[in-house]
């Protein structure tokens, strides 16, 4: 529609146009009046060009230059021809037939002979593409239209889908009705010059064999039996359906309509083509000429498609040992692209090539004026080619296909231009009645001079191999002439291919086809033979076409009742030309009977009588031509407004066939007979010809047609196909592979360096004392770990870690006889083991044979030394033997799980689990029973270090045989006294534990050492005097003060006041629960307590909580000023309460596993909401492509061809879009500052883009490697398919007809498949160098291969740029990512990095280091804000975030950096003092500041801050800043500051305790409340806190400070219970609307204060905001 409203529109401009000239016309005096047809041109004598033609693609200019012309299309040109010989000859030896046809002459001055003073009508040119020869209706008649129908559609579905689906098969059809005996000839004598003659006229008119595209099979059943299966392994026979109309087939008012490709109008389109484009791609630009092949010597032939024009170029099918296609430029240009079919149809394109050249040298000649350019002289051809072309069609060609009489001729003359008539093929024209012609064509054509002699075949005339025996036959087959037709042409030149053609009788009218065309038609490489009579079927059904009774009816011919009627003449013997056993036997059986289910083409073929077509086919061929003449404007009869004047017809009516054979070529007059469209007896060559062949050539005296063969179009691709997968595995395992030995390397380096360090360090050591680096196996399934192993000092082998600063094990060998060494003599003899009895074996891996060796002689020589005594036994054990019988630490730690659940179960009386122990006689109840625990394992179970004064005392206690091991029994007696003991037997076990010698008195040293040992549970140091006031107070309060000794008695009254307490306390192993005491003890908790069920341990806990809280914080609160600088009084209020909450643990397997999930919900409860939207997104956007290709474009070609791999291979692309899209914005660091500032923090966890990062990452990897799989797979199915179907699917991929693109075309030649490779290798190395075990061992390379990102994602824009499969749309995903990210990108770019140096560094315990550099002077910031930083020797590029601790107003910046990962411990390295020396300390870059919630805490009057583990680094910052602000009077709306800081141990982070203690001697205004909860505590020995929180009291009571951090901070032991807390901050703020709530730490801590802030804000009262992040 919306060409034609294009075309209207062109249409009406011109008509406008010509209305303009004619109303200048009218006001020059000197123009004459001509015709008034609104489609002519008024001229004037001599200056009259040849009128502009209207088509709207191929409008010739009447003033073109030959400048002009040779810009169009000089590519083509090639060469003048000057002569031409066959029109001279013709001119001399045939004067009065030149005469005769002479174009009236003039005086020289008008064009066309006619005198300079006569007014001359010029029509315009016809067009080249049909369109706009019907001014009515421009699209009449155009290319590219749909055929029209003249008998209804029968679609199944009245749509689209073909007919005849219950119809036979269309072999069985073609082998029951159409096979015979070939060889009788014409009955009416006709040629096999009329056949093929009329095999051009179809390809004039008619052009729909192209497929549609999409490719849509319809595919033909191949019979059991059919010779096709002994040669091709197929089921079927490939079937394309034609292409069609895209505006047709969407319901039964519109079914679909093919196309016509070229123009139904005899236009010459098979001469010049049916665009413009390729009529100048023929031309040779000079003489109006076509071009010639003169450059190479053949001035006679059209020139070779150098250029590679697009005709049609099926593959020889003669050539079966070759199986390839050629190329196209072995053809002769002609305006019918499939003109060099076979060499027949060649001749006559030959033909007509040299028919234009005589018109155009004729025309040359006549114009005496010289005024006649090229374009004017190829017009003027080009007009008269088609005039004659027409009449020679019509008035020759068409009487005697069909054998029209003088009255039938009489009857159907042409009466004048119909306008109203349309032209356009019909479908049953195309596939049903023209097709008649094929039971004429003969198996083959023999050659003859002009001497009636015939030519032989020769090796030259085919490339049919010779088994087929082609050589010295009297004719060149048809089957095997097919697309190689310029073989035999060049031979013995198209004059004998013409008057060959003129001597032979075509087949006889029947129902016979020859095996050429029934059988042994061309087809594609996979199929070369084809059965065109199934074809045919196929076709009629493919377009729908009706049943045959359907037809007659539409045409108002009787319908046939019987099999018989279809034929009246079958018993006719003069008239008959196929007998009637075929009608009732052969098509009745082959259709069952039913004859309203006969196809037209069977149905019609079988009318033919021995006049030609029968009555069907004889009226649809009819009725087309009369349409074609009688619509076509340009019609050379036309008296009104046609091309020809009456003298200039009268010259055409003059030209007969016989006459362009003499005047187009070599043939003389007498060479060939007038009539080459009859051969009749007494003609030129008859006799010859009967004695050669009997007039028609058998099939028996030809070549056999090669044999079918098939193809895979995969061949050619298995090796790329096969390697380029490879390679891209392989590619992936070498990035592991070279990320394991740059990892390898490094570790190697640092190994390397740390050896000459430990070396070094051995020089300066001891003897005694000697370190050897290996590796320890721990495993199966374990990883192994490095380790350093110390031979002393004394009686012991320590392993340490690799830096050998921290203990791993000890072995005592003051408790041990003898030890086994089991040394490894295979596997490159690196391995030993080390057995030690009652412990588990020290595996150890070396890394040379020569360092075993070494560690085997010196702890040889260890063991032996008279001080050690060790005895010792040396073996050799093969490696697989040793690893098999080692006992690692994994299965010692099941043994002791083991040990301590049956000692648990027989103390407290419990069941037996069976797991452990089934019954006392198992092998498992004697390892069990004989295990014994050594003081490493007894240290560990109670968590605590081996040489610990507390462990020393409890294990000396406990192992009462003095084996320097405690057995079971040893275990399970002590167990029982806390099981089952009162408080006077656990305090007598207290006793007997630090009365040292035994002497029944405990002095008050062993007491003071007793509480020192207690301290080393929090890692606490105690000034002496401290301590000296602790032990004072509890004397004192005992009425102890001048006792320096206390019995058993006396410690019992110490602690008379805390046996509630005790008894209670019982002995928490790591790992176990204690079962509930057999006791209870009643408990009063106080306000504010919140009571939860739980274990005995649990509630010892909250006695103490009690004991601390009802008794320390009020006697704490009351006292004065003691110790605390300045004499500050905290004010402690009885509103404000902060207790702690104990929730009872989980007993059986299944509460551990739903706890944890329940905690884990809890925890991520918003991470897991965004994940699970995010993933609902990209399953939509996966499934929405997926969906559009599996059934919306399920029926698309690509989809046809691949399945269900172009579903999924295009839904993970969209996916594959969309996440990496989206990894941008997670990268969008500014964004995400600004907007974890506003209340969308709340809703959703910006803290979380990082990991939502990697998540995405993981998504994007998983769909790219299915996207890069199922493309290896659609690949291999795009590789496997025929060159047509892809130049369809792939348009925007050219390819010549003569290649066959392999998969490496597609993978590596094309942009799509290119970038895709590129993109595959990227992500590896991206991947792979993103991993954690990579940014722990080689970050650099990750930052580096992680910057990247740019190429990856131009490759990913040029990726869809190709294409390939479907238009590129990755922008839609991609173009808002990438705006905000460039955005964010150019706002860290225009912040100032600034290059700061340090002026100070510090290394402080717990692996922190302490930086202070210079503040850079535009730099402001918030406290509570973080930077990026980068170490100017660790590189620049490699940036790190961390917290500032500095205050805003403060001179300087500062971070506490701990060492936990690769970067944090090279920086510990770089400002090492020891690195350092005297050099300068490296320069940092800063990139920042970022914000955090945590900034707005001065906005509220009342904040909360509470910190948990490392969580707390923001608050430095803050707490500075509040000081700040309280002391310098800076007026800001907070009043009230409550930090709370819950952690493990406070010995990870002295310097905030530095920085809390800061602000306590600064804090004037008592602004900030302190509340300090220690949770490591109660994973410990219950007896012994119990006894440290009792002197925590007693200290408290005189120094207003913690015994455990030296602040005046209160501090709590477990979790704050925040709900009451809360709870009290309403009552002591009631006039407060807002409290600001800042919590930072691990998720579950705030999710908790999240909780408690909800459960707060549901009443009335105080609104609770709370903003928080997470480390």
């Given at each position: 529609?919306?060409?034609?409203i294009?075309?209207?529109v062109f249409?009406?401009?011109l008509?406008t ?6 109303a ?9 009046t001509?015709?008034t047809?609104?489609?002519?041109t ?7 060009t040849p009128?502009a ?8 200019s009447n003033?073109?230059t030959r ?5 169009q ?12 010989s066959?029109?001279v000859?013709?001119e ?9 046809i ?19 009508y010029?029509?315009?040119y ?7 020869n019907?001014?009515?209706?421009p699209?009449w008649g ?6 029209t129908?003249r ?23 073609s082998?029951a009705?159409m ?20 095999q051009?006229v179809?390809e004039?008119i008619?052009d729909a ?9 319809f595919n033909i ?7 096709y299966?002994k040669y091709i392994?197929l089921d079927?026979?490939?079937?394309l ?6 505006n047709?087939g969407?319901?039964?008012?519109v ?7 070229i ?9 010049y083509?049916t ?5 100048d791609?023929?031309r040779?630009f000079?003489?109006g000429?076509?071009?010639s092949?003169e450059d190479r010597g ?10 590679g ?7 020889p099918?003669?050539?079966s ?5 050629r ?6 240009k002609?305006?019918n ?12 394109g ?10 155009a040298?004729r025309i040359?000649r006549e114009?005496?004026?010289g005024?006649m350019?090229?374009?004017?002289i ?5 007009k008269?080619?088609?005039g ?9 060609w ?5 054998n029209?009489?003088e009255?039938?001729m009489?009857?159907?003359?042409y009466?004048?231009y ?5 032209p356009q ?6 596939s049903?009645a023209?097709r008649?012609?094929h ?9 003859r ?5 015939f030519f ?6 085919s490339?049919t191999?010779?088994k087929y025996?082609p ?14 037709p ?8 198209m004059?004998?291919y013409l008057m060959?053609m ?12 020859l095996e ?16 065109l ?9 493919d377009h729908?076409?009706p ?8 045409y108002?011919?009787?319908?046939r ?5 279809i034929?009246p ?10 007998p ?8 009745a059986?082959v ?6 289910k006969?196809?037209?083409w069977?149905?019609?073929?079988l ?6 077509p029968?009555?069907l086919?004889?009226?649809?061929i ?7 003449r009688d619509?076509?404007r340009f019609?050379?009869?036309n ?5 020809f004047?009456?003298?200039?017809q009268?010259?055409i ?32 060559c008859?006799d010859?010809a009967?004695e ?5 050539i058998s ?13 895979d179009?995969?061949?050619g691709s298995?090796?790329?196909f096969?390697?380029?997968?490879l390679a891209?595995?392989?590619?992936a ?5 070279l ?10 380096m640092?190994n ?8 070094k360090s ?8 000697r370190?050897?680096?290996t590796r320890?196996w ?7 770990r490095p380790i350093?192993v ?9 392993v340490?870690?690799d ?15 003898k030890?086994?060494?089991l040394?490894?003599p295979?596997?490159r ?10 412990e ?5 891996k ?7 060796n070494?560690f085997?002689s ?12 060790v005895g ?5 054990v ?5 690893l ?7 299965q010692r ?5 083991r ?6 179960a027989?103390?407290?009386k ?7 122990i ?15 625990l050594t003081?490493?394992?007894?240290a560990e179970?109670?968590s605590m270090?081996?040489d610990?004064?507390f462990?020393?005392q409890?294990?000396d206690l ?17 167990i029982v006294i806390f099981?089952r003991?009162n408080p ?5 076990l207290?006793f007997n534990m630090?009365d ?5 008195m405990l002095?008050r040293?062993?007491f ?13 140091d105690?000034e002496p ?11 004192s309060?005992?009425g102890?003060?001048?006792k320096?000794?206390?019995s058993?008695?006396?410690f ?16 928490q192993i790591?790992g176990?629960?204690?079962a ?5 003890t009643?408990?009063h ?8 069920r ?7 806990k909250k006695?103490?909580i ?7 914080q009020?006697e704490?609160?009351g006292?004065?000023?003691g ?5 500050i ?20 397997d299944?509460?551990k596993?739903?706890?944890?999930l ?9 991470k897991?909401?965004w994940?699970v ?28 061809i ?18 990496f899209?989206?990894?941008l ?16 923090h709340?809703f959703?966890?910006?803290d979380?883009a990082l990991?939502m990062?990697?998540?995405?990452a ?5 769909f790219s490697v299915m996207?890069?799989i ?10 496997s398919?025929?060159p047509?179907d ?9 390819h010549?007809s003569?290649?066959?693109p392999?998969?490496?075309?597609w993978?590596?030649?094309t942009i799509?498949?290119?970038?895709g490779v590129?993109?595959?290798l990227?992500?590896?190395?991206m ?11 080689v ?29 590129p749309?990755f922008w ?9 990210f ?5 706002v860290?770019?225009s912040?100032?990095k600034?290059?700061?140096a340090v002026?100070k ?12 550099f210079k ?6 910031y918030?406290?509570g804000?973080?930077v990026r930083v980068?170490?100017?020797?660790l590189?620049?590029g490699?940036y790190h ?7 805003p107003?403060e001179?300087?910046?500062s ?5 936990v ?10 400002y090492?003092?020891n690195?350092?020396r ?6 940092l870059?800063?990139?920042g ?10 906005q509220?009057?009342?904040a ?5 583990g ?8 803050i707490?500075?800043d509040?000081?700040?602000?309280a002391?310098?009077?800076?007026r800001f709306?907070c009043k ?6 819950v952690?493990?141990?406070?010995k ?8 809390i203690?800061?602000?306590e001697?600064k804090?004037?205004?008592d602004l900030?409340?302190t509340?300090?909860f220690i949770?490591?505590?109660y994973q410990k020995?219950?007896l012994?806190?119990?006894?440290l929180?009792?002197c925590?009291?007693?200290f ?5 400070r913690?015994l455990?951090t030296?602040?005046?901070s ?6 704050p219970?925040?709900?009451s807390?809360?709870n ?7 006039d ?11 998720p579950?801590?705030?999710?908790g204060v999240?909780?408690a ?8 009262g105080?609104?609770f ?7």
């Amino acid at each position: 529609m919306r060409l034609y409203i294009k075309h209207i529109v062109f249409f009406g401009f011109l008509v406008t146009c010509s209305l303009l000239s004619n109303a200048q016309t009218l006001q020059d005096p000197t123009t004459k009046t001509g015709t008034t047809d609104s489609y002519t041109t008024v001229v004037q004598g001599s200056t009259a060009t040849p009128p502009a033609t209207t088509s709207a693609q191929s409008t010739q200019s009447n003033v073109t230059t030959r400048n002009d012309v040779t810009t169009q299309s000089d590519a083509t040109t090639q060469g003048d021809v000057t002569t031409k010989s066959g029109v001279v000859t013709t001119e001399s030896r045939s004067t009065t037939k030149q005469t005769e046809i002479t174009t009236k002459q003039g005086d020289g001055e008008d064009d066309h002979g006619y005198d300079s003073e006569e007014e001359e009508y010029i029509a315009e040119y016809e067009g080249y593409d049909g369109w706009y020869n019907n001014l009515a209706h421009p699209d009449w008649g155009g290319a590219e239209m749909a055929l029209t129908r003249r008998v209804p559609p029968a679609y199944v579905d009245g749509v689209y889908n073909p007919s005849g689906a219950d119809r036979p098969n269309p072999f069985d059809i073609s082998d029951a009705t159409m096979k015979g005996e070939t060889g009788s000839g014409s009955l009416l004598k006709r040629t096999a010059f009329m056949t093929f003659f009329g095999q051009q006229v179809v390809e004039e008119i008619l052009d729909a064999q192209r497929a549609g595209c999409p490719p849509e099979y319809f595919n033909i059943k191949i019979p059991s039996g059919h010779r096709y299966r002994k040669y091709i392994p197929l089921d079927e026979m490939p079937f394309l359906r034609s292409r069609y109309d895209m505006n047709t087939g969407f319901n039964p008012s519109v079914p679909r309509e093919q196309l016509n490709e070229i123009t139904p109008w005899i236009d010459g389109g098979l001469v010049y083509g049916t665009t413009k484009a390729w009529a100048d791609a023929l031309r040779s630009f000079k003489d109006g000429k076509l071009a010639s092949n003169e450059d190479r010597g053949e001035p006679q032939f059209p020139s070779e498609n150098i250029i590679g024009l697009p005709m049609a170029n099926p593959p020889p099918p003669a050539e079966s040992d070759q199986h390839t296609l050629r190329d196209v430029t072995r053809f002769f240009k002609l305006g019918n692209p499939r003109g060099d079919e076979n060499p027949y149809l060649l001749s006559f394109g030959i033909l007509w090539f040299r028919w234009h050249n005589y018109w155009a040298d004729r025309i040359k000649r006549e114009d005496t004026t010289g005024k006649m350019n090229d374009e004017m002289i190829f017009n003027e051809a080009r007009k008269w080619v088609i005039g004659t072309y027409q009449k020679l069609v019509w008035y020759e060609w068409l009487p005697a296909f069909l054998n029209m009489d003088e009255a039938e001729m009489e009857e159907n003359a042409y009466d004048g231009y119909k306008p109203y008539i349309h032209p356009q093929v019909s479908h049953i024209f195309q596939s049903a009645a023209m097709r008649f012609g094929h039971t004429l064509v003969v198996p083959g054509v023999a050659r003859r001079d002009k001497d009636c002699d015939f030519f032989r075949t020769t090796k030259d005339s085919s490339f049919t191999p010779e088994k087929y025996k082609p050589i010295g036959r009297i004719g060149t087959r048809t089957c095997n002439s097919f697309w190689n037709p310029q073989l035999p042409i060049r031979e013995t030149g198209m004059e004998s291919y013409l008057m060959g053609m003129a001597s032979q009788h075509c087949e006889r009218e029947d129902n016979i086809i020859l095996e050429d065309l029934r059988g042994n038609v061309f087809g594609r490489l996979d199929f070369s033979r084809r059965d065109l009579m199934a074809i045919n079927i196929q076709r009629g059904r493919d377009h729908g076409l009706p049943d045959y009774n359907t037809a007659r009816r539409a045409y108002g011919l009787k319908a046939r009742k019987t099999f018989e009627e279809i034929n009246p003449y079958c018993n006719n013997t003069q008239e008959a030309a196929i007998p009637c056993s075929i009608l009732t036997e052969n098509l009745a059986n082959v259709y069952n009977g039913d004859i309203n289910k006969v196809d037209i083409w069977p149905g019609g073929l079988l009318e033919t009588t021995k006049n030609g077509p029968g009555e069907l086919f004889r009226t649809v061929i009819l009725d087309q031509f009369r349409r074609i003449r009688d619509g076509d404007r340009f019609w050379f009869e036309n008296d009104v407004g046609g091309p020809f004047t009456k003298e200039e017809q009268e010259i055409i009516w003059n030209i007969t066939i016989h006459d362009v054979l003499i005047l187009a070529t070599d043939i003389n007059e007498g060479d060939i007979q007038k009539d080459p469209f009859h051969f009749y007896e007494g003609e030129k060559c008859y006799d010859e010809a009967v004695e050669a062949f009997n007039l028609t050539i058998s099939e028996h005296e030809l070549d056999n047609c090669t044999d079918p063969y098939t193809f895979d179009y995969f061949k050619g691709s298995e090796v790329s196909f096969v390697l380029t997968f490879l390679a891209a595995g392989v590619w992936a395992i070498g990035c592991v592979v070279l990320l394991y030995v740059l990892s390898r390397n490094r570790r190697k380096m640092i190994n390397e360096s740390r050896k000459a360090q430990r070396r070094k360090s051995r020089k300066s050591a001891k003897e005694t004392t000697r370190l050897y680096s290996t590796r320890e196996w721990c495993g199966d399934g374990q990883s192994e770990r490095p380790i350093a192993v110390r031979l002393g000092p004394g009686k012991s082998i320590t392993v340490l870690n690799d830096r050998g600063n921290k203990t791993y094990r000890t072995i005592d060998l003051a408790i041990h006889q003898k030890i086994t060494l089991l040394v490894c003599p295979d596997q490159r003899r690196k391995m030993m083991t080390i057995v030690i009895e009652k412990e588990y074996d020290l595996v150890m891996k070396f890394d040379t044979e020569e360092e075993r060796n070494a560690f085997i002689s010196d702890i040889e020589s260890f063991l032996t030394d008279p001080a050690i005594g060790v005895g010792r036994e040396r073996r050799e054990v093969h490696q697989a033997e040793m690893l098999r019988m080692a006992n690692t630490k994994v299965q010692r730690q099941k043994t002791l799980e083991r040990f301590f659940r049956v000692a648990f179960a027989q103390a407290f009386k419990l069941d037996v689990d069976p797991d452990d122990i089934t019954e006392f006689k198992s092998e498992i109840a004697k390892d069990v029973l004989t295990c014994e625990l050594t003081k490493q394992e007894f240290a560990e179970a109670l968590s605590m270090k081996s040489d610990s004064v507390f462990v020393d005392q409890m294990f000396d206690l406990v192992d009462k045989d003095n084996s320097g091991t405690v057995s079971f029994r040893e275990f399970l007696d002590i167990i029982v006294i806390f099981a089952r003991g009162n408080p006077d037997d656990k305090l007598e076990l207290m006793f007997n534990m630090y009365d040292v010698d035994h002497s029944g008195m405990l002095t008050r040293e062993e007491f003071k050492k007793m509480l020192k040992s207690m301290m080393e549970v929090v890692s606490a140091d105690l000034e002496p005097s401290q301590l000296e006031q602790v032990v004072q107070t509890m004397f004192s309060s005992a009425g102890f003060e001048s006792k320096n000794e206390l019995s058993l008695e006396d410690f019992n009254q110490l602690m008379g006041e805390h046996k509630e307490e005790l008894s209670n306390a019982s002995l928490q192993i790591q790992g176990q629960e204690a079962a509930p005491v057999q006791q209870e003890t009643k408990t009063h908790a106080p306000r504010g307590t919140v009571i939860h069920r739980g274990n005995a341990p649990s509630r010892a806990k909250k006695t103490i909580i009690r004991a601390y809280a009802n008794k320390g914080q009020g006697e704490g609160s009351g006292n004065k000023g003691g110790g605390v600088k300045g004499g500050i009084q905290r004010r402690q209020t009885r509103s404000v309460q902060i207790e702690t909450v104990q929730a009872a643990y989980p007993k059986t397997d299944s509460e551990k596993v739903f706890g944890q999930l329940k905690r884990f919900i809890e925890n991520e409860r918003l991470k897991i909401f965004w994940l699970v939207l995010y993933t609902l997104v990209l399953a939509a956007v996966f499934a929405e492509r997926a969906y559009y290709y599996s059934i919306e474009r399920e029926f698309a070609g690509l989809r046809r061809i691949a399945g269900y791999g172009v579903t999924v291979t295009r839904g993970a692309a969209s996916a594959m879009m969309f996440t990496f899209s989206s990894l941008l914005v997670t990268m969008c660091r500014n964004l995400i500052t600004r907007l974890r500032e506003t209340f969308l923090h709340r809703f959703i966890p910006f803290d979380s883009a990082l990991a939502m990062h990697k998540i995405i990452a993981l998504y994007a990897l998983f769909f790219s490697v299915m996207h890069t799989i199922g493309h290896g797979i659609n690949f291999y199915h795009i590789a496997s398919q025929p060159p047509n179907d892809l130049t369809c699917l792939f348009r925007d991929f050219f390819h010549r007809s003569h290649v066959l693109p392999k998969f490496h075309y597609w993978c590596w030649q094309t942009i799509t498949g290119f970038t895709g490779v590129l993109l595959v290798l990227l992500a590896c190395v991206m991947y792979v160098f993103a991993t954690q075990y990579a940014r722990r061992n080689v970050f650099n390379l990750f930052w580096l291969t992680h910057n990247m990102y740019v190429i990856f994602y131009i490759l990913m824009v040029l990726h869809g740029s190709g294409r390939l499969v479907q238009p590129p749309f990755f922008w839609f995903f991609f173009l808002g990512p990438a705006i905000l990210f460039t955005l964010d990108k150019l706002v860290s770019i225009s912040r100032k990095k600034a290059e700061i140096a340090v002026f100070k560094a510090e290394l402080l315990p717990s692996d922190v280091t302490a930086l202070t550099f210079k503040r850079p002077t535009s730099f402001e910031y918030k406290s509570g804000q973080w930077v990026r930083v980068a170490c100017k020797t660790l590189g620049s590029g490699e940036y790190h975030p961390f917290t500032l601790t500095s205050a805003p107003h403060e001179d300087h910046l500062s971070l506490h950096i701990r060492a936990v990962g690769p970067w944090t411990t090279n920086i510990r390295h770089t400002y090492d003092p020891n690195t350092v020396r005297e050099h300068p300390y490296p320069k940092l870059y800063i990139d920042g500041p970022y914000g955090e919630g945590h900034q707005d805490w001065y906005q509220f009057e009342v904040a909360v801050l509470v910190g948990g583990g490392i969580g707390v680094t923001p608050f430095a910052s803050i707490l500075k800043d509040i000081v700040n602000k309280a002391s310098s009077n800076t007026r800001f709306p907070c009043k009230k500051v409550y930090f709370i800081w819950v952690t493990r141990t406070q010995k990870h982070y002295e310097w905030l305790c530095d920085i809390i203690r800061e602000v306590e001697e600064k804090d004037t205004t008592d602004l900030v409340s302190t509340h300090i909860f220690i949770t490591q505590f109660y994973q410990k020995f219950d007896l012994r806190t119990t006894m440290l929180y009792i002197c925590e009291r007693h200290f408290q009571k005189i120094a207003n400070r913690s015994l455990f951090t030296g602040l005046q901070s209160t501090t709590h032991f477990g979790r704050p219970d925040l709900p009451s807390f809360f709870n009290s901050l309403q009552d002591e703020h009631p006039d407060v609307s807002k409290i600001g709530v800042f919590s930072c730490g691990p998720p579950g801590m705030t999710n908790g204060v999240e909780s408690a802030c909800v459960e707060m804000n549901k009443f009335d009262g105080a609104a609770f905001i709370h903003h928080f992040e997470n480390f």
